[in-house]
C-alpha cells in the first residue's frame, strides 16, 4: 500500500442493507452539497439536511465532512484513470485515432464531476488537509506510472527515442491534460458542451500523441503510411 493511502482514513462500512443505502443516500446528498457550496462553506448540518436524516445517521456512517468528501472523490478519480484506459485488443503502439478517442472519453468523464474534481484539486494544492493531498498524490501518481510503463515498453520494442525519459515525458503530457482540464473544464463558466469537449480532446491526444511518436508526414502518398508491427500488440488494458 503507498503512503499516500496509508494517510487516509479507514471507511467506517455499514454492516447491513439498510446501512448501506444510508450511507449511499448520504453521499448522493453529500456530492450535491459540495459540488454546489464547496468544501470551506460545506457543513455536516447542510449534508444532513440534504439527505432528510438524522445528525446520528451520518456519524453512524462518517466522522466528519472530510471523510464523507474523501468517500465521494475516491469513486469519481477512478472512473477517470478507468475512462482513460485502453481496451482489449488494442495495439500497443496505438494510434492516434485510438489516442483521440480515449481523450474525449476521460475529459467527457472529467466534465461530468468537474465541480467535485476542482475542489480536490484546490484543497490539496493549498495543503491544508493532508487526507486530500494524499489522495491527489496517489491518484496522479497513478496515471504517471501507467504512462511511463508504456513508454519504457514501447523504447524497449524500438518503437520510441531511447533518449526519451519515461518518468519525464509522462510528468510533461499528464500535466498538459491536468492544466487544459482545470482551465477548460473546471474553471469554466458554464459546462462545456459535447461539441466542445470533443475539440479540446482532439487537439490534446494529437499534441500527446505526435510528442511521442512524431507529426505523421503530410505530404506522404497514398498506400504510404506505416505498417504497424504485429510484435507491438498490447497486453490488454495497457
Not at 459540488?35 to 456512517?61: C, L, P, Q
Request: glycine share 8%; charged share 25%; proline share 4%.
Amino acid at each position: 500500500m503507498s503512503n499516500a493511502h496509508k494517510q487516509m482514513p479507514e471507511p467506517m462500512i455499514p454492516a447491513t442493507a439498510k446501512g448501506a443505502a444510508m450511507r449511499e443516500r448520504l453521499l448522493t446528498a453529500a456530492s450535491a452539497v459540495f459540488g454546489r457550496k464547496g468544501y470551506e462553506s460545506t457543513r455536516v448540518e447542510d449534508i444532513v439536511r440534504a439527505a432528510k436524516t438524522s445528525y446520528g445517521n451520518f456519524y453512524r456512517h462518517f466522522r466528519n465532512k472530510d471523510e464523507v468528501l474523501l468517500a465521494v472523490l475516491q469513486p469519481l478519480v477512478d472512473e477517470l484513470y478507468f475512462a482513460s484506459r485502453r481496451g482489449d485488443g488494442s495495439s500497443f503502439r496505438a494510434t492516434e485515432a485510438e489516442f483521440v478517442e480515449n481523450t474525449i472519453a476521460y475529459l467527457k468523464a472529467y466534465a461530468r464531476h468537474r465541480k467535485l474534481l476542482r475542489l480536490m484539486r484546490e484543497a490539496a494544492a493549498r495543503g491544508e488537509k493532508s487526507t486530500f493531498f494524499a489522495l491527489y498524490q496517489s491518484e496522479r501518481s497513478r496515471f504517471l506510472r501507467r504512462t511511463a510503463t508504456w513508454l519504457t515498453r514501447l523504447q524497449s520494442l524500438g518503437e520510441i527515442d531511447k533518449e526519451l525519459e519515461p518518468e519525464t515525458a509522462a510528468e510533461a503530457l499528464g500535466g498538459m491534460m491536468e492544466q487544459i482540464a482545470y482551465i477548460k473544464l473546471d474553471l469554466a463558466a458554464r459546462a462545456p458542451s459535447g461539441e466542445e469537449i470533443e475539440l479540446i480532446g482532439t487537439h490534446c491526444a494529437k499534441i500527446w500523441y505526435r510528442g511521442v511518436f512524431g507529426a505523421p508526414q503530410l505530404n506522404a502518398g497514398p498506400g504510404s503510411a506505416r505498417v504497424e508491427n504485429s510484435s507491438t500488440r498490447a497486453a490488454p488494458g495497457i
